[in-house]
């Protein structure tokens, strides 16, 4: 909505306001979260929340200017039955089905194998029905087709992915390895979601002022993630300078805030004006699913390490019938802190193994999305000479649909 209502000399601003009002909340939530969880417990704070998404929702419905309208006249004939069965519903079973699935098979302390082979059927199926049977498909195969499209979706994911392991496991390390309360462990979150709010509102308000390739700036920023996140993995220990620690999550925020705005913007100079719409909405779908992957994939892979690390450390302490200690400290960081003498001592180590070796792999993981990204290549489609006037009229200022 913010691209489509805003001219592209204030389309960056209003991208960089919307991200931030989304991580001032993402801090918020942890830190009140922090400190109610002891107090009222999980299932009041899950509720609470239900009234307040349900409020948001209005918010945002009645934002909207009634003389915004969509310009896709081709349902604007059909009745809300004939809306509701062209619904996608196959495809969004079977979409559903395949990430469960997956994630299934490599979220647990061990990782599956047929869950993931049920997965890899079912995901061929799912993109038949989107290409053969869907009328109007969950994921548009047609747009996936644009080589810019599918990688710069693709990049988004993983990027993300890597991202997530920040936002799910600062927290772990504040709590299990620096004996912070959760309360407090939440507000490590505060320097990472600022910088993502600067880096966004940065390149929004001084850089993304026109149309056009970001293609180097969106490579530049992305590439500044995995060096961040190498230094994040070798400072996560109980000794490390904390101030080195707030900054360098903080410049992990500030990257990420950039380089989702920029490949945004590259995004849409990769494609033609029309597609907008389809390929602002798929990158936001590819981009939903790296919270899910991130934290259902990152999570197996650090509860593997944490296991192991925690089994070989009370050995080398010749401490043993530690099967339910470790049970325990596999689903409780904050149980770390109620331990004393060896038992402290091996669960800090095995806790700060598996975060190095969970950063590592998020390093990994941004160095591949760089080079996915690159990929994407700069240079836009033919357009049409009442395209490009169009877009001619909407640089002098005058905002989209207006």
């Known amino acids: 909505m913010a691209i489509q209502m805003t001219s592209p000399k204030r389309r960056g601003l209003y991208m960089g306001l919307a991200n931030t009002?989304?991580?001032?909340?993402?801090?918020?939530?942890?830190?009140?979260?922090?400190?109610?969880?002891?107090?009222?417990?999980?299932?009041?704070?899950?509720?609470?929340?239900?009234?307040?998404?349900?409020?948001?929702g209005f918010g945002l419905l009645f934002s909207i200017p009634a003389s915004h309208t969509s310009?896709?006249?081709?349902?604007?004939?059909?009745?809300?039955?004939?809306?509701l069965t062209r619904i996608d519903y196959s495809g969004s079973v079977l979409l559903t089905t395949t990430i469960v699935l997956f994630l299934f098979g490599l979220s647990g302390p061990k990782v599956l194998a047929l869950p993931l082979i049920l997965s890899a059927l079912a995901l061929p199926i799912f993109v038949l029905n989107e290409a053969y049977v869907a009328s109007d498909p969950v994921i548009p195969v047609s747009v996936l087709r644009s080589c810019g499209t599918l990688l710069t979706c693709l990049a988004t994911t993983g990027f993300m992915m890597a991202r997530w392991s920040i936002l799910f496991y600062t927290p772990v390390y504040a709590i299990a390895v620096r004996g912070w309360a959760p309360a407090v462990a939440g507000s490590i979150l505060i320097p990472t979601n600022a910088g993502f709010a600067t880096g966004g509102l940065l390149a929004g308000v001084f850089h993304i002022k026109r149309t056009g390739s970001f293609y180097l700036h969106t490579v530049i920023a992305m590439a500044v993630f995995p060096v961040a996140m190498t230094v994040l993995a070798l400072i996560s220990t109980p000794s490390s300078p904390w101030g080195l620690y707030v900054v360098m999550v903080f410049v992990n925020g500030l990257a990420t805030g950039a380089a989702m705005n920029y490949a945004l913007v590259h995004l849409l100079h990769l494609t033609l004006p029309e597609m907008h719409?389809?390929?602002?909405?798929?990158?936001?779908?590819?981009?939903?699913?790296?919270?899910?992957?991130?934290?259902?994939?990152?999570?197996?892979?650090?509860v593997r390490v944490l296991h192991k690390s925690l089994d070989n450390g009370f050995a080398r302490a010749g401490l043993k019938n530690r099967d339910e200690l470790t049970r325990r400290l596999l689903g409780s960081p904050a149980l770390v802190g109620q331990l004393e003498g060896k038992d402290r001592e091996v669960a800090i180590g095995a806790y700060a193994d598996a975060l190095k070796a969970l950063f590592l792999c998020a390093v990994g993981l941004s160095v591949i999305v760089v080079f996915v990204q690159a990929c994407t290549g700069w240079r836009e489609p033919e357009k049409t000479e009442e395209q490009r006037a169009n877009e001619a009229e909407e640089e002098d200022g005058v905002p989209v649909g207006a």
Do not use: C
Request: aromatic content about 10%.
């Open 71 to 83: 310009k896709n006249i081709k349902y604007d004939h059909l009745s809300i039955r004939d809306k």
């Open 21 to 56: 009002a989304m991580t001032v909340g993402v801090s918020l939530g942890a830190v009140i979260a922090g400190a109610l969880e002891p107090r009222i417990g999980w299932k009041p704070l899950f509720g609470i929340q239900a009234p307040l998404s349900l409020i948001a």
């Open 277 to 302: 719409p389809i390929v602002i909405s798929l990158l936001a779908t590819f981009r939903g699913f790296s919270g899910s992957f991130g934290s259902a994939i990152g999570g197996g892979y650090f």
